[in-house]
């Protein structure tokens, strides 16, 4: 892409937000001045943020886990649909999936997005471990058999 925007994981918290920009694009130095534009903070939280990514392979775990976890999705035969790339997946189901996300929230205290009615969002954080992805993925899997799925999903 020529460009991508970026914000909030890249200042963990700390407002911030950047567009990378290809280098075919030459740039052009102006007046433009804005009110927090060149916050010495925040790119100092950024920088951080990129060396404790680099440090702990979190990249190459989100890689990894979410390759983990989508195997184990594959499993869970009332799935219609599993997309996505690294640790951003989206879950689709034939029909609503509102019951099946507050049970999760619920009884398994397992947060999950959502987008549109049937798609179930999952986001979690880069430095998620495989014990916390089976964990989600028994999680998900005992609130379908408990809950008689069909029922659960009107």
């Given amino acids: 892409p020529d460009l991508i925007t970026v914000a909030k994981g890249i200042g963990n ?3 911030l937000s950047a567009i990378l920009i290809h280098p075919k694009f030459t740039p052009s130095y102006g007046m433009l001045g804005t009110t927090f534009g060149g916050n010495h903070l925040a790119c100092a939280a950024a920088l951080t943020v990129l060396e404790v990514m680099e440090k702990e392979s979190l990249v190459d775990n989100a890689r990894l886990m979410g390759e983990y976890l989508m195997e184990g999705l594959k499993t ?12 951003m997946i989206g879950l689709e189901f034939e029909n609503s999936i509102i019951e099946l ?4 929230l619920y009884e398994k ?7 549109g009615e049937k798609v179930l ?6 430095s998620i471990t495989q014990v916390e992805a089976d964990l989600f993925l028994r999680s998900l899997k005992e609130i379908i058999e408990k809950n008689n799925f069909q029922k659960l999903i009107k």
């Fill in 13 to 15: 918290g700390f407002p």
């Fill in 76 to 87: 869970i035969p009332e799935i219609k649909e599993i997309r996505g790339r690294g640790l």
């Fill in 109 to 115: 205290k397992v947060f999950t997005g959502i987008s």
């Fill in 101 to 104: 996300r507050k049970k999760l």
């Fill in 121 to 126: 969002r999952l986001l979690p954080p880069l």
